[in-house]
């Protein structure tokens, strides 16, 4: 057992050796390039943090340049795109210059070097498994001969954001992306920020988002060890953003207040009965498909209702009426030019001479006194000999006139309520 034992070690140590074998070859007749970059990396170990002393706190002196801000309301996932500069000192790979033709820099992905990691921690997820990178992509660093690296490359964190989109489309957001190290804490790697802690000078907003806002503050950890107590501060950036609307208030605002007031004006047509019943089909069919775009164009908002839907669905239920309304008066305008027009109820005529009693409702339908006699008097002539079926006639069309203005006067105030209240 003790034999197989050494045997195995041999074994390791024989595939150690050729491992860094491959690594540091004889390089004496290769370009001063060439040896550097044999010499540096020879037995360099990428996962360990390139300091002499472990206690030693690395400092990587960062840079966030934000590009753009986009939220994808499907997956409620904000996505930052920003341009991260870091530098730091790996002790590991200094050298002198005079030994290698005065070569000061040289350039090596920085998947061959110690890299600084930094991450988003309450990454979200919008359905594709590529975006969930952890650590930051392959880039080129520069090396100094002082151990100087920098990384340079563009990144884009995402973080999940919780959304309300009940007022769209004028709707803002306030989210929170969390970053730092996913392996060190403040004691062995500091991020600094030595011209603060965003720069927004190549920010360019996109066509649906613009950040409004952004704010940077300390998201602290609190550490227990046996022996001591530390902090750990995360970055926090509170980003407000909102969506561009001036698009949509001109292709889905205002065309519910258009068909809104086209369908509630048709009451003023008259008797032209087949133009009123046309149009309103119109109307119900294009807030149907507005409806129907909407829901195709928003996402899901849970357990909030979208007003502007509301709003759409409530125009729709007034275009309805507003079509069952027509076909009523029209009926009973019908009534009124039969040959023998059928006796009105009692208590139909009482209640059509109270409402016109009532001085608003006689101003706002323009229906004087008269009008309102035409209703429950029996001004026709009594000698004529058809004073009951000129009466009932007259009865009819003017009911049918005075239910076209109320329902215009009616739907009117509605609209402004709807609108008043369901416009976000």
């Not at 999940?160 to 392996?183: E, R």
């Not at 550490?223 to 953003?241: D, G, K, R, V, W």
Request: glycine letters at 2%; aromatic letters at 14%.
């Amino acid at each position: 057992m003790k034999v197989l034992y050494i045997l195995l070690i041999l074994v390791s140590t024989l595939i150690t050796d050729q491992a860094y074998g491959e690594k540091c070859v004889d390089s004496e007749s290769k370009s001063a390039a060439t040896r550097l970059l044999n010499d540096l990396f020879c037995s360099y170990d990428k996962n360990i943090r390139p300091v002499l002393n472990q206690k030693t706190q690395t400092v990587v002196n960062t840079t966030m340049y934000f590009f753009g801000v986009h939220m994808d309301e499907e997956w409620n996932v904000l996505k930052l795109s920003i341009h991260l500069v870091m530098i730091w000192k790996d002790e590991f790979l200094t050298w002198d210059p005079t030994k290698y033709e005065n070569v000061e820099t040289t350039q090596q992905l920085s998947s061959s070097v110690w890299l600084p990691d930094i991450m988003s921690y309450d990454t979200g997820f919008d359905g594709d498994d590529s975006d969930l990178l952890y650590f930051l992509p392959t880039s080129s660093v520069k090396i100094t001969y002082k151990g100087i690296v920098k990384y340079n490359h563009r990144v884009t964190f995402t973080a999940q954001c919780s959304t309300n989109i009940a007022h769209w489309p004028f709707d803002t957001h306030n989210c929170t992306v969390i970053m730092g190290s996913p392996i060190y804490t403040n004691l062995y790697v500091n991020y600094s920020f030595p011209t603060g802690y965003y720069n927004l000078e190549y920010y360019t907003a996109e066509k649906e988002w613009e950040m409004k806002s952004v704010h940077q503050e300390c998201y602290p950890l609190h550490y227990i060890s046996l022996n001591n107590s530390y902090e750990h501060c995360l970055l926090q950036y509170e980003l407000t953003i909102k969506r561009f609307s001036s698009m949509y208030f001109s292709s889905v605002i205002i065309p519910a207040a258009v068909l809104s007031l086209m369908s509630t004006f048709t009451f003023l047509l008259g008797r032209e009965i087949m133009i009123r019943i046309i149009l309103l089909a119109l109307f119900f069919i294009s807030e149907l498909f507005y409806i129907q775009f909407l829901n195709t164009k928003i996402p899901n908002n849970g357990s909030h209702p979208v007003y502007i839907v509301l709003l759409y669905r409530n125009c729709l239920i007034q275009t309805a009426i507003s079509l069952f309304i027509s076909v009523l008066s029209n009926e009973l305008y019908k009534r009124g030019t039969d040959d023998f027009p059928p006796e009105s109820p009692e208590w139909l005529k009482s209640t059509s001479a109270f409402l016109l009693s009532r001085k608003p409702i006689s101003m706002l339908t323009n229906f004087d006194n008269q009008g309102a006699e035409l209703l429950v008097e029996k001004i026709i002539d009594e000698d004529s000999p058809n004073r009951l079926r000129d009466e009932n006639a007259k009865f009819w069309k003017t009911l049918s006139i005075l239910v076209d203005r109320l329902s215009f006067i009616i739907t009117l105030i509605l609209i402004f309520i709807n609108f008043m209240f369901l416009i976000p």
